[in-house]
Nanobody, 116 residues
Framework: QVQLVESGGGLVQPGGSLRLSCAAS????????MRWYRQAPGKERELVAT????????NYADSVKGRFTCSRDNAKNTVYLQMNSLKPEDTAVYYC?????????WGKGTLVTVSS
């Protein structure tokens, strides 16, 4: 079955960096677009980054452009989110997502807290 497992979250000071990973299994990873979403306390889940099957195309929310970079390693069935210059408003649970045959699949998320 499809599994997405995020890791790499934690507590970081403003201006710091974190690298999130999402390990995928149960489907042909290299054939599917991958996405990162986040959900802050009391807010709706929002799309943060999208990456094409080859990694040649990426798209970002305006709020993270220039600070976050999404990449993927199809040999390792893993997608990454490099987050730099973190701000307190980046605090959220970050989720990995893919869509197969019209159905969305989600990981359990990893918590990122940006605080001094």
């Amino acid at each position: 079955q499809v599994q997405l497992v995020e890791s790499g979250g934690g507590l970081v000071q403003p201006g710091g960096s974190l690298r999130l990973s999402c390990a995928a299994s149960g489907f042909t990873f290299s054939s599917y677009v991958m996405r990162w979403y986040r959900q802050a306390p009391g807010k709706e889940r929002e799309l943060v980054a999208t990456i094409s099957t080859t990694g040649g195309y990426t798209n970002y929310a305006d709020s993270v452009k220039g600070r976050f970079t999404c990449s993927r390693d199809n040999a390792k069935n893993t997608v990454y989110l490099q987050m730099n210059s973190l701000k307190p408003e980046d605090t959220a649970v970050y989720y990995c997502n893919t869509r197969l045959n019209g159905k969305d699949y989600w990981g359990k998320g990893t918590l990122v807290t940006v605080s001094s």
